[in-house]
T-cell receptor, first 116, second 115 residues
Framework: AQSVAQPEDQVNVAEGNPLTVKCTYS??????LFWYVQYPNRGLQFLLK??????LVKGSYGFEAEFNKSQTSFHLKKPSALVSDSALYFC??????????????FGQGTTLQVKP | KAGVTQTPRYLIKTRGQQVTLSCSPI?????VSWYQQTPGQGLQFLFE???????NKGNFPGRFSGRQFSNSRSEMNVSTLELGDSALYLC??????????????FGPGTRLTVT
């Protein structure tokens, strides 16, 4: 079965420090991977995706993610955290086990808390 | 372009009632997916529609149904509401849908509370 795991419920980081939000995946074949962010009482906002190509993917708001096939990981990173980055972050993978579908399988989410 | 819009934003219903939620995708997007978000289960896939056809359905009971219209707008219906149906229902649209690499764009959601 295909799955996504976000091993940390919460990540705390000081403003200005680098941040990492972890994600590991389990899929058959080549994965399509995504990161989304959710602010309180809002829907999900797309940050970035990995389909193929360079292992380092750059996205919105200064975020980037590193795809590591051998470790089946897709960690989200940012060199310098802002207080406004505090939100709930979701990693997702396209479900390749249900035919021609755009269905996403989401991790449980990681709350990022950036303190001034 | 305007984003994905969902109506209503908030809804309070009583057990046993039914509810219809509406989603208007980004102009030009032909695929609409629905997800349920709860604190306990996280984000769960409900259905995906493309060109008025249901491509895929998640593991939800038959009380959950949906449809898509010729203008790509979509509705989902939940009949005989249960307390456990209380959730944030999110709609997402994408240009092509299917097993493509295109990302999905989410609306703000409809917060359904069942009492």
């Amino acid at each position: 079965a295909q799955s996504v795991a976000q091993p940390e419920d919460q990540v705390n980081v000081a403003e200005g420090n680098p941040l990492t939000v972890k994600c590991t995946y389990s899929v058959s074949g080549n994965p399509y991977l995504f990161w989304y962010v959710q602010y309180p009482n809002r829907g999900l906002q797309f940050l970035l995706k990995y389909i193929t190509g360079d292992n380092l993917v750059k996205g919105s708001y200064g975020f980037e993610a590193e795809f590591n096939k051998s470790q089946t990981s897709f960690h989200l990173k940012k060199p310098s955290a802002l207080v406004s980055d505090s939100a709930l972050y979701f990693c997702a993978v396209r479900d390749q086990g249900s035919g021609n579908t755009g269905k996403l399988i989401f991790g449980q989410g990681t709350t990022l808390q950036v303190k001034p | 372009k305007a984003g994905v819009t969902q109506t209503p934003r908030y809804l309070i219903k009583t057990r046993g009632q039914q509810v219809t939620l509406s989603c208007s995708p980004i102009s030009g997007h032909r695929s609409v997916s629905w997800y349920q978000q709860t604190p306990g289960q996280g984000l769960q896939f409900l259905f995906e529609y493309f060109s008025e056809t249901q491509r895929n359905k998640g593991n939800f009971p038959g009380r959950f149904s949906g449809r898509q219209f010729s203008n790509s707008r979509s509705e989902m219906n939940v009949s005989t509401l249960e307390l456990g149906d209380s959730a944030l229902y999110l709609c997402a649209s994408s240009p092509r849908g299917g097993a493509s690499s295109s990302e999905q764009y989410f609306g703000p959601g409809t917060r359904l509370t069942v009492t």
